[in-house]
T-cell receptor, first 111, second 116 residues
Framework: SQQGEEDPQALSIQEGENATMNCSYKTSINNLQWYRQNSGRGLVHLIL?????REKHSGRLRVTLDTSKKSSSLLITASRAADTASYFC???????????FGAGTRLFVKA | EAGVAQSPRYKIIEKRQSVAFWCNPISGHATLYWYQQILGQGPKLLIQ????????DSQLPKDRFSAERLKGVDSTLKIQPAKLEDSAVYLC??????????????FGEGSRLTVL
């Protein structure tokens, strides 16, 4: 079963624009992570935000977490063609040890 | 630091045949995961090991899938007999478990299975 669900399923933007992806989840969590996957490759970790954190930055990435709404967003600023990939949120449910992934957002950045 | 190694990268078999995938996690990582990723979907957890014990295998189709982690290091995932719907990428990942909270997962490049 999928714990996290990303929105939108697909996103197409121009280079230089910002891209925002959202993730909703169902149960209380210890942390939430975002991963990136280039076509035909494994997943690469981008950022982890703990349940007691509200916002985190890493380079051009900004992640927010709203535990009251059970949602998170990933913002990529000043996007580049190389950012074209699928982006997944993953949650580590409180009381469990499993890391569960959502269905992903497919981002296409046009040069 | 060497990453997670997986083999083979690609495998094509006919239905009802068997296949095995191998994974070598990052040295020192106690937790090892096998995920199944069907085209266009997110990774689905099949089995999770903590050292050489199974933490969760609730979504592993145990009538045809099996997995083991010998000596708490390498792991093998086997499918026998394969079905058409098993066509997917099988991703292995490892992580350091700190207390009861998992952290960053490190993924291998995956093993792409095509069942004809």
């Amino acid at each position: 079963s999928q714990q996290g669900e990303e929105d939108p399923q697909a996103l197409s933007i121009q280079e230089g624009e910002n891209a925002t992806m959202n993730c909703s989840y169902k149960t209380s969590i210890n942390n939430l992570q975002w991963y990136r996957q280039n076509s035909g490759r494994g997943l690469v970790h981008l950022i982890l935000i703990r349940s007691n954190e509200r916002e985190k930055h890493s380079g051009r990435l900004r992640v927010t977490l709203d535990t009251s709404k059970k949602s998170s967003s990933l913002l990529i600023t000043a996007s580049r063609a190389a950012d074209t990939a699928s982006y997944f949120c993953a949650t580590d449910a409180r009381g469990g040890f499993k890391t569960i992934f959502g269905a992903g957002t497919r981002l296409f950045v046009k040069a | 630091e060497a990453g997670v190694a997986q083999s083979p990268r690609y495998k094509i078999i006919e239905k009802r045949q068997s296949v095995a995938f191998w994974c070598n996690p990052i040295s020192g990582h106690a937790t090892l995961y096998w995920y199944q990723q069907i085209l266009g979907q997110g990774p689905k957890l099949l089995i999770q090991f903590q050292n050489n014990g199974v933490v969760d295998d609730s979504q592993l189709p145990k009538d045809r899938f099996s997995a083991e982690r010998l000596k708490g290091v390498d792991s093998t995932l086997k499918i026998q007999p394969a079905k058409l719907e098993d066509s997917a990428v099988y991703l292995c990942a490892s992580s350091i478990l700190r207390g009861a909270v998992t952290g960053e997962l490190f993924f291998g490049e995956g093993s792409r299975l095509t069942v004809l």
